[in-house]
T-cell receptor
Framework: SQTIHQWPATLVQPVGSPLSLECTVE??????LYWYRQAAGRGLQLLFY??????ISSEVPQNLSASRPQDRQFILSSKKLLLSDSGFYLC?????????????FGSGTRLTVV | SQQGEEDPQALSIQEGENATMNCSYK?????LQWYRQNSGRGLVHLIL?????REKHSGRLRVTLDTSKKSSSLLITASRAADTASYFC??????????FGGGTRLMVKP
């Protein structure tokens, strides 16, 4: 069966520090991968998506970047965090487009920038 | 940008009552999906309805889609305290990603 792992679960980082959040998927090949951010009590904002190794599409210009060094690994990074980067970060995967099975989400990372 | 907008933003009901949440969207879609999120957790896929479908059922869930009005509704029948969560609609616009609405926070009181 397919599983998605996202870590860490919570993170408190000072302003100006770097960030690296990792997401890995097991049990499937060539998944579409996504990073979303959710502000408190709000909906999801798509940050990045990837349809293959090394392929990254950015939806929102910002202080963050993403990389896909392996087929089932998706990394969200920042060189210098801002207070506005605080939020709940969610990784998700799908088989091709979402049309058949929808998205499967990880359990999320709560990032607080102080 | 958000494609779907849920209404109401918050809903409080008693256990056993039905809960209805609505979603409106702006552009044509391939399908519309509903997700559930327990507090502080990831989203869980509930149900998908294609643009050529008008109604779909899954257990206590009933979803309707009206493409002429660009709207959908999610009905949870005989609600339980365990149904307390946020519910999001998401639209597939034939791209590679889903666009989510702002969600409805449902509280079911025992």
């Amino acid at each position: 069966s397919q599983t998605i792992h996202q870590w860490p679960a919570t993170l408190v980082q000072p302003v100006g520090s770097p960030l690296s959040l990792e997401c890995t998927v097991e049990g499937t090949s060539n998944p579409n991968l996504y990073w979303y951010r959710q502000a408190a009590g709000r909906g999801l904002q798509l940050l990045f998506y990837s349809v293959g190794i090394g392929q990254i599409s950015s939806e929102v210009p910002q202080n963050l970047s993403a990389s896909r060094p392996q087929d089932r690994q998706f990394i969200l990074s920042s060189k210098k965090l801002l207070l506005s980067d605080s939020g709940f970060y969610l990784c998700a995967w799908s088989v091709g487009s979402s049309a058949v099975y929808g998205y499967t989400f990880g359990s999320g990372t709560r990032l607080t920038v102080v | 940008s958000q494609q779907g907008e849920e209404d109401p933003q918050a809903l409080s009901i008693q256990e056993g009552e039905n809960a209805t949440m609505n979603c409106s969207y702006k552009t044509s879609i391939n399908n519309l999906q509903w997700y559930r999120q327990n507090s502080g957790r990831g989203l869980v896929h509930l149900i998908l309805i294609r643009s050529n479908e008008r109604e779909k059922h899954s257990g206590r869930l009933r979803v309707t889609l009206d493409t002429s009005k660009k709207s959908s509704s999610l009905l949870i029948t005989a609600s339980r305290a365990a149904d307390t969560a946020s519910y999001f609609c998401a639209t597939d616009n034939a791209g590679n990603m889903l666009t989510f609405g702002g969600g409805t926070r449902l509280m079911v009181k025992p």
